[in-house]
């Protein structure tokens, strides 16, 4: 069983936006720090946001100002905001706990065309 599931990735133009959403169980989210994590094809994997159970967020200089990472505890998931987008952010996406600790799951593939 997954322990994470990314979702709402897609193909949008330069400028774009998406939302992406990652629902795991509740104790993953009622004990930890989520984040959200990319690999580009052919390259390492970066780190892109983060936020703490109370709400503190951090964010990659690469995506500072366009992206926005949010959570519902009540929900369980965490979200990842993401306005205009540049053809340098096309990566899968994956979610995850900070430091990272859980198996990745599928991810969500975004692609931002030029």
């Known amino acids: 069983q997954a322990q994470l599931v990314e979702s709402g990735g897609g193909l949008v133009q330069a400028g774009g936006s998406l939302r992406l959403s990652c629902t795991g169980s509740r104790i993953i989210f009622s004990i930890n720090t989520m984040g959200w994590y990319r690999q580009a094809s052919g390259k390492q994997s970066e780190w892109v946001a983060y936020?703490?159970?109370?709400?503190?967020?951090d964010y990659g200089d690469s995506v500072k100002g366009r992206f926005t990472i949010s959570r519902d505890n009540a929900k369980n998931t965490v979200y990842l905001q993401m306005n205009s987008l540049k053809p340098d952010d096309t990566a899968v996406y994956y979610c995850?706990?900070?430091?990272?600790?859980?198996?990745w799951g599928q991810g969500a593939q975004v692609t931002v065309s030029s």
């Open positions: 936020i703490t159970r109370s709400g503190t967020t």
């Open positions: 995850n706990t900070r430091p990272q600790i859980l198996s």
